[in-house]
């Protein structure tokens, strides 16, 4: 059994937590399944496997005997490059020597009982005051975890209101810290990543398209449906636990994982 709260954060009720909130914590394979499942949004990386070879260049023939190198130099008939080494990967433009190829595999398989496990247990870990004060995450208050809080905020819609919630359950700070956050200078300036938003609470509902809405604008909250919950969203960067906040429905729903495999 653990304390629900209302919107208002009084307390409410209670509610019996599944079994998975008792999976022993897998840091290990929380990784791996963090990993593996991260590789499935990559963007594959290649060359054109004509670049640094658009250009005449021979080697001599015979290619001994000039006096000279045997690399393959530039042809014309005066200025320019001529008689520069070209096209092989010693010389100025030429290719690279082993470049990136797009058809290199980059999506990582995960087994099914591995990711399952990695599941609950980054689920479990987020009954863990400790670990997610551990974390990063700013925590007021006494509020019992995990924290559960009545199904009226999957109704919430405003900005405003989830700011409310947020405050009421001593963990408004939590998002404020983001706020100080230092911008980034050199290379990552110049393409527009700045500055690194962070992460902060995680609404766990039932159903998250309005509520996803309102905590848009909130720096670094987001909101995501039981049935869709992933280790990427409990364990950002593989590192339990996230500060999660989860509807009633949303811990009934999670009820249908069952156990955690052996």
């Known amino acids: ?16 937590l ?9 840091r290990d394979l929380i990784r791996k399944a963090f990993v593996n499942l991260a590789s499935h949004s990559y ?4 060359r054109k496997p004509s670049a640094g070879m658009d250009v005449v260049a021979d080697s001599n023939d015979p290619p001994t005997g000039r006096g000279v190198s045997r690399v393959a130099r530039a042809a014309g008939g005066g200025g ?5 080494g070209a096209e092989v990967a010693s010389t100025r433009g030429g290719r690279q020597a082993h470049p990136p190829k797009a058809e ?5 398989k995960l087994n099914k009982k591995e990711g399952k496990l990695a599941l609950c247990s980054a689920i479990a870990a987020t009954a863990s005051r400790r670990l997610a004060e551990a974390r990063g995450h700013v925590v007021d208050g006494d509020k019992e975890f995990p924290l559960v809080v009545s199904d009226g905020i999957e109704s919430v819609s405003r900005a405003s209101e989830a700011l409310g919630v947020l405050g009421a359950l ?10 100080s956050r230092r911008r980034r200078s050199g290379r990552p300036l110049l393409r527009g990543r700045a500055k690194k938003e962070g992460k902060s609470a995680l609404f766990v509902v039932s159903d998250a398209s309005k509520i996803s809405r309102a905590v ?13 919950l992933s280790v990427l969203d409990l364990a950002p960067g593989s590192d339990p636990a996230r ?8 811990i009934r729903e999670l009820g249908r994982l069952g156990r955690a495999p052996a």
């Open 243 to 250: 500060l999660a906040v989860y509807s009633v429905s949303a």
């Open 43 to 46: 963007q594959r990386q290649g």
């Open 170 to 179: 001593g963990i408004a700070g939590d998002s404020a810290r983001l706020e």
């Open 18 to 26: 599944p079994p998975v909130f008792a999976t022993p914590l897998r």
């Open 216 to 228: 848009g604008a909130i720096p670094g909250v987001e909101a995501v449906s039981a049935g869709t």
């Open 1 to 16: 059994m653990t304390q629900t709260y209302a919107l208002d954060g009084t307390p409410e009720g209670e509610v019996d």
């Open 80 to 84: 320019g490059r001529q008689g520069q």
């Open 104 to 108: 290199k595999v980059i999506y990582k």
